[in-house]
């Protein structure tokens, strides 16, 4: 623990270099560059952007476990009450359902519908594809954000 403190005393003492700035504002712009084409992609299918992060989460959640309205406050980074107004639009436009847990019946659980699955499917596989294309770049860059970390 004493050396990961000193080396975090460390980091925070070395002045940033002009090679750090440059390498910190092209993570910046390449992560921006995937948000704008990921936001992109969702308005050209229908959804928007945040209606495509629930799909995704719901899709995506963690382990064999089934979100609810509060996994996906988590996983959204919003509040409890605006996941509901998401949940209620998602629900009438037929992508998503919700169901009552079986186990605790105070829980409502939101699931994916096969409308919402083949929509997903499409967008994951152009993010998918962007990704690719991109990968060199940020390979490049974690790279190079290891060696500035290892030299401390």
Known sequence: MRHVKARSD???SRSLTKADYE???EFRYLMRRF???SEAAAREAGLTPQQHQALLAVRGFPGSARANIGDLAQ????RHHS????VDRL???GLLQRQ?????RRRVLVAL???SKTLLEGLSRAHREELRRVAPMLRGLLASIERGIQEL
């Open 10 to 12: 460390a980091a925070r």
């Open 100 to 104: 009552v847990d079986p186990v605790d």
């Open 83 to 86: 996941v509901v107004g998401l």
């Open 35 to 37: 948000a704008a084409f």
């Open 75 to 78: 996983r959204l980074n919003i």
């Open 91 to 93: 629900v009438s436009k």
């Open 113 to 115: 519908t096969d409308k």
């Open 23 to 25: 390498t910190l504002s």
